[in-house]
C-alpha cells in the first residue's frame, strides 16, 4: 500500500464508481490499512442546494452520510485488494447523528476507520468535522458488490 498523498479527484476515479455529480470525495489526506482521513468541500453551485431550504441552503444529511460510505469505500479499495469490478455497497447504517449544519463552501474532513471485517462484510466507523467542529457521526456496514449483480 503505497499511495503519493495528498491524492487528489483524479486518481480517487481511478478507484471508485463514483462520479461528478455524485463522487463527493475531493481529496485523501492519510491512509492506513484500517483509516482514512479525506475532505469534501460542499460546492456551492451544486443544484441541489437551490431546492433544499432555498433561503439557507445547508448539505442534505443523506449526502453526508453518502459522504462518509465513500470514505469507506475507497479506504477498503485502496488497503485490502478488492478484486477488478468489485466495489462496496451499503448494507446498512446502524446510527447517524448530526450535531451542526454544514454550509456551501465549507469543507467536511471525514476521518473513518473499519471497525470489523468479516468478508464479505466491513463495519464503519466515521466522524465528520468542519473547522475542528463536530459535525456528525455515522456508523454503518457495507459489503462486497459487482456491477454483474442485478435484481430481476
Known amino acids: ?17 463514483h462520479r ?6 475531493d481529496q485523501v489526506t492519510a491512509l492506513s490499512e484500517m483509516a482514512i482521513t479525506i475532505t469534501s468541500t460542499v460546492k456551492p453551485d451544486a443544484e441541489y442546494l437551490k431546492g ?12 453526508i452520510v453518502e459522504t462518509v460510505a465513500q470514505a469507506g469505500a475507497l479506504l477498503v479499495k485502496l488497503s485490502h485488494d478488492l478484486p477488478e ?5 451499503f448494507s446498512g447504517i446502524d446510527s447517524a447523528k448530526f450535531k451542526r449544519p454544514v454550509y456551501p463552501g ?10 470489523r471485517k468479516r468478508l464479505p462484510f466491513y463495519k464503519f466507523s466515521g466522524k465528520v468535522t468542519v473547522n475542528d467542529k463536530h459535525v456528525a457521526s455515522v456508523d454503518f456496514s457495507a459489503a462486497h458488490m459487482s456491477f454483474d449483480q442485478r435484481n430481476d
Do not use: C, K, R, S
Request: no cysteine.
Open 85 to 89: 469490478g468489485v466495489f462496496m455497497g
Open 20 to 25: 461528478p455529480p455524485m463522487l463527493f470525495v
Open 1 to 17: 500500500m503505497d499511495y503519493d498523498l495528498p491524492m487528489g479527484l483524479e486518481e480517487i476515479q481511478n478507484y471508485l464508481p
Open 106 to 115: 465549507e469543507t467536511m474532513i471525514v476521518d473513518l476507520e473499519i471497525a
Open 52 to 63: 433544499h431550504f432555498p433561503d439557507m441552503p445547508i448539505q442534505p444529511g443523506v449526502l
